[in-house]
Structure formats: structure tokens, C-alpha cells
């Protein structure tokens, strides 16, 4: 390493202000300070010193989103060879899911890196570190058949209409990996649901199923899986968000760190559960008869609690806020899956609108606080 860091440092005066290759800096120092720490220091003046900045907080995400992504490349092969009816072993599994997925997440941060570091480019600014999250959150939301030139066009997408146009890392209203998802659902329909993009095709196969639990339920048949199924993760789905213990995984890394937030996860799955658990005396057709314990285990529920919904940029700020954001996606998430059986699962666009309405949730705890400490100023001084 320190090699390389002297082959930087060599050529660094050529990007420097008067540089022959100025305008490039940002991608310079994005791939400066990817690799190595910055040698700017503060010498003076009050500052919050502390050992985290962005990068390593990205970094910590991408971390916990590992166990769910390695999972899930084993589910892949699992998936494929149990349709075949073929002998494997787990590493056959594993390779063979991870032949499937590793171009995905390859085409994801090609384009999506590429793009920002061209706005970076032409805006003179630094390159966030953003998307280092967000490019492997986008492959473990998609159907593990879809092509790689719809999956560009997604990232494009989610990149440029979704982030760069409100002003790049920290300036987006909604998750720019949901952005990418929505695009290629509603672009590109019959590669994003039914039984065949959840599994790739066996050679020897004609006909096979890769329906969904939800999938299944949403067209009023037999579940075919049981609980440990759905919480181990052995049943098709989206690569990343099979199984819940895998993600639970994460979610204790990143509440251990810090770095999200537990009162939208343990609102959202309440806001989930309680929701479901009216729909369960209710029970007027198969989702709604699912046990409501079930609901949190199905789909990209989890998923979507741990890993999307606490988006520090897109969720809400105040603390009460985040309890309010949190429960909303929830009783939307399964709101939507039981009323649409043409789309099943709706965390989706559950996290999507409660984006959108985040800005007002905090505005009005925010006032709601004003004029609390209004009355009591009042009484103190009358």
C-alpha cells in the first residue's frame, strides 16, 4: 500500500489548482481517500473531532448488508439446482449463485460510481460516498434473472432522477436504491414479478415454479413453506431479502454501531404486526389469514425495515418523528400486500411515500414541541 500511496502522491500536483488535470480533483480524491486517509488535518480553531466520518459510516453498512448477500448467493444456487432436481453441495450452491450475482453488483457500481463521478466532475465538487451502499442494495432487491442492461438503466436512473437532480449524497427525498427498484417495476413488469424471475431457468426443466410466498398467497394458493423456510431464507425471492436471520444479522451490527436507527426498525415491525393482526380477524382471503407473526417473516418486509427505511437521509430527524415514520411503513407495507394481490408486497412503496411525507412528519412534531413549550412559558409568567 504504501507503494501505491507514493505513485498517488507523485502525480498529485498535476490535479492540484493549476494542474494540468484540475478539473479532475474530485475523482482524484475520490479514489485518494477510498484507499487511504486524507492527509488534511485540522490545525486550529473548535472543531467535533471524532474517529467517523461518512465513509466509514457507508462502510458499515455495506458490512452488514455481507451476511445477507453471501446468503443469498447460496439461495440462488440452492434454488436453481433444487428446481433442477439435480445432487449439490453447498459450495455448488454457493458458486453458482455467486457466478449469477457478482455481474450485477459489478454493473450497479460501474454505472452508478460512473455517473457521480461525472457530476462530481462537472460540478467541482468531491465525490460522496454514497453509493457505496446504495450499489449493493440495488442487485439484492432485484430478481436475480434480470438482464444487466435493464439493471444499468435502473442505476442510471435511481442515480440521476432520484439523487444527482436534488443535489447528489445528502440532498435526495427518497432512497435512491427503492428509485431504482420502482423504475425497473414499472418500466420493465414481466422481468420484475410472476414465477420465473425469481429462479434461473434449469437447462433440463421445461416447465418449473419459482413463485413466491406472497406471490402464492396473492393468487389464493397453498403455502407451501414453513416458518423455519421463511426465517432461514430457502425460498425464492429477491437476492438479498430471503432470509430474515441473515438480515437480522445486519441489524444488530448496525444498532451496535449506531448507525441506524432501532425506533423506525421496532416501530416499522410493529406497525407491520399490528396491522396484520387486524387483517387476521378479519382474514377475507389468504394474506389476510397469514398469521400475522408470518407477514414479518415473508417478502422484503425485514428488508426493507432494516436497511431502507432508516436511510438517514430520507427518513425523519426528530425523535418522535422516527416512531411515527417507522409504524406508517409498516401498516402501508401490509396494507398495500393485502388489497393489491397483483403486487403483494408493498414495503416498497410503503418507504417510498413515507420519504415523500418525512419533511412534514418532522414539521409537525416540531410545532407540536413549540407550542408546548409556548403554554408552559405562559404559565410561568402569568
Do not use: C
Amino acid at each position: 500500500m504504501k507503494v501505491l500511496e507514493k505513485f498517488f502522491n507523485k502525480y498529485e500536483h498535476l490535479f492540484l489548482e493549476g494542474g494540468k488535470y484540475e478539473k479532475y480533483h474530485p475523482a482524484y480524491m475520490a479514489l485518494y481517500t477510498f484507499m487511504f486517509t486524507p492527509g488534511e488535518t485540522t490545525k486550529r480553531g473548535a472543531h467535533i473531532r471524532d474517529a467517523v466520518d461518512l465513509k466509514r459510516v457507508m462502510f458499515t453498512v455495506v458490512l452488514a448488508l455481507i451476511p445477507a448477500t453471501i446468503f443469498g448467493m447460496w439461495n440462488v444456487g440452492y434454488q436453481y439446482y433444487h428446481q433442477a432436481g439435480t445432487a449439490f453441495t453447498n459450495i455448488d450452491a454457493f458458486m453458482y449463485g455467486f457466478w449469477k450475482v457478482l455481474p450485477m453488483i459489478i454493473v450497479s457500481y460501474a454505472v452508478g460510481l460512473g455517473i457521480e463521478f461525472y457530476f462530481a466532475v462537472l460540478r467541482g465538487h468531491d465525490v460522496n460516498e454514497g453509493y457505496l451502499v446504495t450499489g449493493l442494495l440495488i442487485p439484492l432487491i432485484m430478481p436475480v434473472t434480470l438482464p444487466l442492461w435493464i439493471l444499468a438503466v435502473s442505476v442510471a436512473f435511481s442515480v440521476i432522477i432520484g439523487k444527482e437532480v436534488f443535489g447528489g449524497t445528502g440532498m435526495n427525498i427518497v432512497n435512491p436504491a427503492l428509485t431504482a427498484r420502482a423504475f425497473a417495476f414499472f418500466a420493465y413488469p414481466t422481468f420484475m414479478s410472476g414465477n420465473e424471475v425469481w429462479i434461473p431457468k434449469p437447462e433440463n426443466v421445461d416447465a418449473y415454479s419459482g413463485e413466491t410466498i406472497l406471490g402464492a398467497l396473492g393468487q389464493g394458493h397453498q403455502l407451501a413453506y414453513t416458518w423455519k423456510d421463511m426465517f432461514f431464507g430457502t425460498v425464492p425471492g429477491s437476492i438479498g431479502e430471503t432470509s430474515v436471520l441473515m438480515i437480522l444479522i445486519g441489524a444488530a451490527l448496525l444498532l451496535l454501531t449506531k448507525v441506524a436507527s432501532w425506533r423506525i426498525m421496532l416501530s416499522g415491525f410493529a406497525g407491520a404486526a399490528l396491522m396484520a393482526f387486524i387483517f387476521n380477524l378479519w382474514g377475507a382471503n389468504a394474506l389476510m389469514q397469514l398469521p400475522w407473526w408470518q407477514h414479518l417473516l415473508v417478502g422484503g418486509l425485514a428488508f426493507g425495515v432494516v436497511f431502507m427505511a432508516t436511510d438517514p437521509v430520507t427518513a425523519t430527524q426528530t425523535r418522535k418523528g422516527k416512531w411515527i415514520y417507522g409504524f406508517l411503513i409498516g401498516v402501508f407495507a401490509i396494507l398495500v400486500r393485502v388489497f393489491n394481490p397483483a403486487y403483494p408486497e408493498g414495503v416498497m412503496l410503503a418507504i417510498l411515500l413515507l420519504n415523500v411525507v418525512a419533511p412534514t412528519i418532522d414539521y409537525y412534531v416540531v410545532q407540536a414541541n413549540i407550542k408546548k413549550r409556548m403554554k408552559r412559558l405562559e404559565k410561568q409568567t402569568a
